[in-house]
């Protein structure tokens, strides 16, 4: 297909819905030939939606999807050069393993021969060699989840699409079959959108991330920029940064500025880069629970803020404890190594630099 530099997939000013209800308001997005890309978001949010939308199964109200530069959003899914798996891996529970895998081939008139031929070298690459002649309901979950991901790539798609193929199975084997679709990827070389609610299968497994929200992309961008830098307080809630503090940011008689928190003695120096620093005024910075530690109350703040506390609750899921801190009528989280009684007053440190600062909105 296409000619070097195009994008596998550009969806553009893209709208859908089902009747009256709009569920995507113009979306944008580019995904390069080989790219990786996973969109996550909470269950309504749109994201399969989306998918649904650029396989054909769903039409778009306006705007257009274009793979490798043809826009297809008048096209039927089988004439579109897109597969999709699904998180209910939907085979044909009647028919084999070969014959599962080399279904779509076989509706394009591909001899049985070619077809066994191509079948077993997508078997070999998915560990499930010798199993070609099984019914695929005498096979485990995490085999059929390959099976179904064989029959994708068994019509050498130019993008495949991946909803929640991962989320019905258990643990181990989700953290396996994801490194093998990463893997899968990167040797054949196809581009890939995937479906996920799971922030770490995400994080792990995309070159770029779509955050979306409400039917809108929030943000994309590579796993640690989105990380390490929230384009807004639903990204930055979204991505784990779940505790608040309203501060205000003052600028001192040197010109540097400093944060102010209520309840905090003395206020923090911002010494970072001057292009990170939040804009004078009330400002809401969200951090997550791994970025404090619990200190003395009336430690000296530095470049960290110190909020004066009392240790309410405290939990230990392994390697450290959790702690929930109420601190001047905020109930924050806290991960710390040490030992803390219930009731005993502490402060929250939080190093400037672990906080994303958003300007306060005008209540």
Known sequence: MGGHGRAAIEVDRLTAGYGATTVLHGIDL????????????????????????????QKSTSGAIRLFGQDVAGLPPEKRGVAMVFQSYALWPHMTVLGNMGY?????????????????????????????DRKVTDLSGGQRQRVALGRALAVDPALLLLDEPLSNLDAK???????????????LGFAAIHVTHDREEAMTMADRVVIMDGG?????GPPEEIYHHPASPFVATFLGAENR???????GPDGALRLQAPGMPEPAAWAGEAEAAPSPGPVVAYFR?????????????????VLPGVVATRAYPGGHYRYGVDAGGRHLTVKDAGYHELGTPVGVRLPLANLHFFPASPS
Do not use: H, W
């Not at 809108?216 to 994309?220: F, G, N, P, S």
């Not at 503090?245 to 600028?251: C, E, G, H, N, Y």
């Not at 970025?291 to 960290?304: K, M, S, V, Y």
């Open 30 to 57: 580019s995904v390069a030939p080989g790219e990786f890309i996973a969109i996550l978001g909470s269950s309504g949010c749109g994201k399969t939606t989306l998918l649904r939308t650029i396989a054909g199964f």
């Open 289 to 305: 629970e791994e970025a404090a530690t619990l200190t003395a109350p009336d430690a000296a703040p530095g470049e960290a803020i």
């Open 173 to 187: 084997v989700r953290l396996q079959l994801r490194y093998e679709i990463k893997a899968l990827q990167k040797r």
């Open 104 to 132: 779509g081939l076989k509706l394009r008139g591909i001899a049985k021969d070619e077809i066994r031929r191509r079948v077993g070298a997508l078997l070999a690459m998915l560990n499930l060699t010798g199993l070609e």
């Open 216 to 220: 809108r992309i929030a943000q994309v």
């Open 245 to 251: 503090i309203d501060l205000d940011a003052v600028p």
